[in-house]
């Protein structure tokens, strides 16, 4: 596809269960982002990742945290021991950071619901 | 400590009538600002796009003014129509020096546009 996928779209689990959501980017495209949206809330940083550097975890709001992008494409956000508090919109966005305009595409998120 | 401050939350406007949404930032490097437009079960897309050199930008019905001065920026829809019904979220960002692009956002501005 052309733009950024994500899967799945809708994930509901219990308190104290592990998750993964995977990001698909647009081919090409060497910048990777995540960003948690809560109800009420714009969008808060959570990671990025650019080409072969190290991510910039410095939004990951604990070490239940973590995620990785294999071989500069797709990428994983796993939650561990999930929390109710960490239900929420969880969105990737990709752009291709060598261009002066930072034009970030988003996918349509993973609506997680924690139980 | 939030770095950016958007109001109203929500606005309701007839159709035909102006639109604004403002937004304030207190970081002084952001040198990139943005406005996204979400629509419900999809991710946010970029609208429309300014730099603090220039105090104005537009593009077709929208515009966003600047005022550095202030740190201040807003977004103006002309013509506002039914189907411009959506959550507007301005962001701001550092763009240049090889730093993160990592995006900054207002909390969301919730239009209705009423036929």
């Known amino acids: 596809g052309a733009g950024v996928s994500q899967s799945p779209s809708n994930k509901v689990t219990e308190k104290g269960k592990d998750v993964e959501l995977r990001c698909d980017p647009i081919s090409g495209h060497t910048a990777l982002y995540w960003y948690r949206q809560s109800l009420g809330q714009g969008l808060e940083f959570l990671i990025y990742f650019q080409g072969n550097s190290a991510p910039d975890k410095s939004g990951l709001p604990s070490d239940r945290f973590s995620a990785e992008r294999t071989g500069g494409s797709v990428s994983t956000l796993t939650i561990q021991r999930t929390q109710q508090e960490d239900s929420a919109v969880y969105l990737c966005?990709?752009?291709?950071?060598?261009?002066?305009?930072?034009?970030?595409?988003f996918g349509a998120g993973t609506r997680l619901s924690v139980l | 400590q939030q770095q950016v401050k958007q109001s109203p939350q929500s606005l309701i406007v007839q159709k035909g009538g102006i639109s604004i949404i403002n937004c304030a930032y207190e970081n002084t490097a952001f040198d990139y600002f943005p406005w996204y437009q979400q629509f419900p079960g999809k991710g946010p897309a970029l609208l429309i796009a300014?730099?603090?050199?220039?105090s104005e930008k537009k593009e077709g019905r929208f515009t966003i003014s600047f005022n550095k001065s202030a740190k201040q920026f807003s977004l103006h829809i002309m013509d506002s129509q039914p189907g411009d019904s959506a959550t507007y979220f301005c962001a701001a960002s550092l763009n240049s020096g090889g730093s993160n692009y990592k995006l900054t956002f207002g909390k969301g501005t919730l239009l209705t546009v009423n036929p």
């Open positions: 966005a990709s752009s291709f950071k060598e261009l002066a305009k930072n034009i970030q595409y």
């Open positions: 300014i730099r603090p050199d220039v």
